[in-house]
């Protein structure tokens, strides 16, 4: 299950992150897994239930946006939508696509969860 190690790069990224600007506890991870990256949430999504335990982002949600997928038809050439690599143009009926957009995985950001106000640095 390859999901598994991404959610491991994706903690990793975050304590990194946490750890170079003083964050204790993180509250949420947002990241962009396009729909052509081959990656199955609900597996991810399980995944990052293990991999967050014990470090900064503990208690962190992890909200995944889904850009969709898109390709270049090389025979009517034009941007088509794509929704899972092996479909056809679904104007030509062509097979010649390259993919242009929806193939990212990347953290877009991390939330720094509030602390106790008592324990608070500023």
């Known amino acids: 299950m390859h999901e598994l ?3 491991e790069g994706i903690i990793e990224i975050v304590e990194r992150t946490a750890n170079a600007n003083h964050v204790r506890h993180v509250k949420t991870v947002r990241v962009s897994i ?3 990256a081959g990656v199955d ?3 991810l ?3 990052w239930q293990s991999v967050r335990k014990g470090g900064v982002a503990q208690n ?3 909200e995944i946006e889904r850009p969709r997928g898109e390709a270049w038809c090389l025979q009517c050439q034009k941007n088509i939508p794509l929704h899972r690599y092996g479909d056809p143009c679904p104007d030509c009926g062509g ?3 390259a993919a242009t957009g929806g193939t990212e995985m990347r953290v877009i950001d991390i939330l720094e ?3 106790d106000p008592a324990d ?3």
Request: hydrophobic share 45%.
């Open 113 to 115: 969860a509030a602390d």
């Open 5 to 7: 190690s991404i959610a």
């Open 60 to 62: 962190a949600e992890l």
């Open 41 to 43: 949430i609900p597996s």
């Open 95 to 97: 097979y010649q696509l």
């Open 34 to 36: 396009g729909e052509l």
């Open 45 to 47: 999504e399980f995944a």
């Open 120 to 122: 608070s640095h500023g």
